[in-house]
C-alpha cells in the first residue's frame, strides 16, 4: 500500500529553469520526506519536514507542507543536469514512528 | 566503511533457489529496513528492527520471506524457493534514531534476478 503519491509521474524541463513536483498523502502525518534516487543508484535523503511546519530550506531545495490539504511540494530552483533522478516523498503514518511509506515518485528530467 | 553496504550487487537465482542478501548498516544505527523496489516503483516496506528485535514484518509478501539480525548489527534477508515475481531490487537502510522522523540511510541495494 503506498500512502504518498507524486505528481507529475514525469517531468521534463530546461536546464535553469525551476522544477515543482507535488506530494498528496491519505492520513494525517507526523513528518514528510523527500529522497532523491539517480538511475542506478541508492536513494538519498534530500530533506525532512515535520507536521508543525510549512516551508523549509536546503539549498537549492524548498519544500512545503499543508496539512489541511494532505500535500507537499518540492521546488528545485536553477536546475541543473545533475538534478535528472527520481525523487520520492516519504510519509510516516501518525502514531506509527517506525515506519515511512514511499510513493511511486515523480522522474525528473533535466534538457541541455 | 562510511555508508550502508549490501552484498552481493547482484543476484540471479533460479526459480525455486533460495538466497540470502546481506546488509551492513551503519555503525550504531539502531533500526534497520528492508524494501523491495520493483521497476518504475517507489520503495516498498518489508520489514523493519531496533536493534535485533524485528518489530514489524507486515510487508513480507509470504512466508518464504524471512529476516533476521541477532546481533543488532549486520542483517540477512532470506527468500525461500523464490519465484520470478520476487526478481526487484531489494533496498536496505539504516537509521540512528529509536523513532521515525529521522533520515534513513540507503544501501545500494541487491538486483535480484530469478529465471
Known amino acids: 500500500s503506498q500512502q504518498g503519491e507524486e505528481d507529475p509521474q514525469a517531468l521534463s524541463i530546461q536546464e535553469g529553469e525551476n522544477a515543482t513536483m507535488n506530494c498528496s498523502y491519505k492520513t494525517s502525518i507526523n513528518n514528510l520526506q523527500w529522497y532523491r534516487q539517480n538511475s542506478g543508484r541508492g536513494l538519498v535523503h534530500l530533506i525532512l519536514i515535520r507536521s508543525n511546519e510549512r516551508e523549509k530550506h536546503s539549498g537549492r531545495l524548498r519544500v512545503t507542507l499543508d496539512t489541511s490539504k494532505k500535500s507537499s511540494s518540492l521546488l528545485i530552483t536553477a536546475s541543473r543536469a545533475a538534478d535528472t533522478a527520481s525523487y520520492f516523498c516519504a510519509t510516516d503514518a501518525s502514531g506509527r514512528d517506525d515506519k515511512i511509506i514511499f510513493g511511486k515518485g515523480t522522474r525528473l528530467h533535466i534538457l541541455p | 566503511g562510511a555508508g550502508v553496504s549490501q552484498s552481493p550487487r547482484y543476484k540471479v537465482a533460479k526459480r525455486g533457489q533460495d538466497v540470502a542478501l546481506r546488509c551492513d548498516p551503519i555503525?550504531?544505527?539502531?533500526?534497520l529496513f528492508w524494501y523491495q523496489q520493483a521497476l518504475g516503483q517507489g520503495p516498498e516496506f518489508l520489514t523493519y528492527f531496533q536493534n535485533e528485535a524485528q518489530l514489524d514484518k507486515s510487508g513480507l509478501p509470504s512466508d518464504r520471506f524471512f529476516a533476521e539480525r541477532p546481533e543488532g548489527s549486520v542483517s540477512t534477508l532470506k527468500i525461500q524457493r523464490t519465484q520470478q515475481e520476487d526478481s526487484a531490487v531489494y533496498l536496505c537502510?539504516?537509521?540512528?534514531?529509536?523513532?521515525?522522523?529521522?533520515?534513513?540511510?540507503f544501501g545500494p541495494g541487491t538486483r535480484l534476478t530469478v529465471t
Open positions: 537502510a539504516s537509521s540512528l534514531a529509536l523513532r521515525g522522523g529521522y533520515e534513513q540511510y
Open positions: 555503525s550504531g544505527h539502531v533500526s
